[in-house]
């Protein structure tokens, strides 16, 4: 009999938290080195100001596809947003 494994045992609510905000953090990084505001990321992702900044203070959890939207409009891969879930847990210990 198999039984159910919930994610919050395989990944804890803080390390959730964590890899939300690197991921936020890094996309801020991005688009501050390409000189956009929230906005105008927003604008040209098709995506609001608002969800922007939630993105960025990890407030949010996006999608593969806005992830990718994401880097496409950053100019960046995907893996460049994504931070190493190693590093997240090794950070919080």
Known sequence: MLTYMS??????PVERKAL???LGDRVRLRRREIGLSQE???FECGL????IGAIERGETNLTIENIAVLAITL????SDLV???K???K???
């Open 7 to 12: 994610k919050e045992r395989i990944l804890n």
């Open 20 to 22: 939300r905000q690197a």
């Open 40 to 42: 105008d990321l927003g």
């Open 48 to 51: 609001h100001r608002t969800y």
């Open 75 to 78: 100019h960046c891969e995907m």
């Open 83 to 85: 931070p190493h879930l």
């Open 87 to 89: 590093s997240i847990r």
């Open 91 to 93: 950070n919080l210990k």
